[in-house]
Nanobody, 125 residues
Framework: QVQLVESGGGLVQTGGSLRLSCAAS????????VGWFRQAPGKERGFVAA????????FYTDSVKGRFTISRDNAKNTVYLQMDSLKSGDTAVYYC??????????????????WGKGTLVTVSS
């Protein structure tokens, strides 16, 4: 069983940066692909970024390309989402999720087995 806990959310001004962390329990975490998703008020949850189990491959939704960077440190059982040049449209609850068979290029949540409870990011103008 894998448990995920997100942290690093908060209030930031437009153009600022935040780094989210997703800390995982479980010995097999390094075998899971991990993704970040977000849900803005009144909207459905959507894909943001994903990283392969090894960290060698990443995939991003178009709206965050060049601004967000996903990475992982399997020795620390942690996945990060570095968010730069934040915009008001990035305001949302951010969730991390992990899946053994998750296809990172899919851009959906299909195949995710475990979810965290989320961390709120608020970008003020």
């Amino acid at each position: 069983q894998v448990q995920l806990v997100e942290s690093g959310g908060g209030l930031v001004q437009t153009g600022g940066s935040l780094r989210l962390s997703c800390a995982a329990s479980g010995r097999t975490f390094s075998r899971y692909a991990v993704g970040w998703f977000r849900q803005a008020p009144g909207k459905e949850r959507g894909f943001v970024a994903a990283v392969s189990w090894s960290g060698d491959s990443t995939f991003y939704t178009d709206s965050v390309k060049g601004r967000f960077t996903i990475s992982r440190d399997n020795a620390k059982n942690t996945v990060y989402l570095q968010m730069d040049s934040l915009k008001s449209g990035d305001t949302a609850v951010y969730y991390c999720a992990a899946g053994r068979g998750y296809e990172i290029q899919g851009g959906t949540d299909y195949g995710m087995d475990h979810w965290g409870k989320g961390t709120l990011v608020t970008v003020s103008s």
